[in-house]
């Protein structure tokens, strides 16, 4: 019975090592993301560059949108329930330069709230190939 113990915590042990926190889990789960989004919804607030562009957004949408989408690409157990990302910025005649703007606020945020630099840089690299649709050229 003693050996059985053994095998099995040695078994599970292993198995907490080999298995790699998914980069929802890495971000801190639901509580993570729901502080990143208010932490990059503040900063958007404070950003003179780019806050001319919500004056007619509906925030608490916006955020409970933005929440599903970063917890869906992160590998979380959400749906994300908003438009495309084609069809929610046209219109708003968005630059590169604005997004780099959002992403260095976004930066900031997640290097406060200390997620790790590997867990930053698989975040920005999913949110990356959006700019395409985000921008307008
Ligand atoms: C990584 C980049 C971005 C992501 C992941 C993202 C994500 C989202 C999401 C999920 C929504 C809600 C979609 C919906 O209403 O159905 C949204 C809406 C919106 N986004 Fe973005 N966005 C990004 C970049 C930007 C940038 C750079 C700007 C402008 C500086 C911007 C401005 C807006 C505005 C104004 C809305 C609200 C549209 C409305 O009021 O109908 N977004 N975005």
Same mark, same amino acid.
């Given at each position: 019975?003693?050996?059985? $113990?053994?095998?099995?915590?040695?078994?599970? $042990?292993? =198995? $907490? #090592?080999?298995?790699?926190?998914?980069?929802?889990?890495?971000?801190?789960?639901?509580?993570?993301?729901?502080?990143?989004?208010?932490?990059?919804?503040?900063?958007?607030?404070?950003?003179?560059?780019?806050? #001319? #562009?919500?004056?007619?957004?509906?925030?608490?949408?916006?955020? *409970?949108?933005?929440?599903?989408?970063? =917890?869906?690409?992160?590998?979380?157990? =959400?749906?994300?329930?908003?438009?495309?990302?084609?069809? $929610?910025?046209?219109?708003?005649?968005?630059?590169?330069?604005?997004?780099?703007?959002?992403?260095?606020?976004?930066?900031?945020?997640?290097?406060?709230?200390?997620?790790?630099?590997?867990?930053?840089?698989?975040?920005?690299?999913?949110?990356?190939?959006?700019?395409?649709?985000?921008?307008? *050229?």
């Amino acid at each position: 019975m003693r050996i059985v $113990s053994l095998v099995l915590i040695i078994l599970l $042990s292993a =198995c $907490s #090592h080999t298995t790699k926190p998914s980069l929802y889990q890495q971000l801190g789960g639901e509580q993570g993301i729901a502080a990143i989004t208010d932490g990059l919804l503040r900063a958007i607030e404070q950003d003179q560059r780019i806050v #001319h #562009h919500f004056v007619d957004t509906d925030i608490a949408r916006f955020r *409970r949108l933005l929440a599903e989408q970063l =917890c869906n690409i992160s590998g979380g157990p =959400c749906q994300y329930t908003g438009g495309t990302m084609q069809q $929610s910025h046209t219109g708003f005649n968005i630059t590169l330069a604005d997004y780099d703007a959002l992403v260095e606020n976004l930066i900031n945020v997640m290097q406060q709230q200390n997620i790790s630099i590997s867990a930053q840089n698989q975040l920005l690299a999913l949110l990356a190939p959006m700019y395409k649709d985000i921008t307008y *050229r």
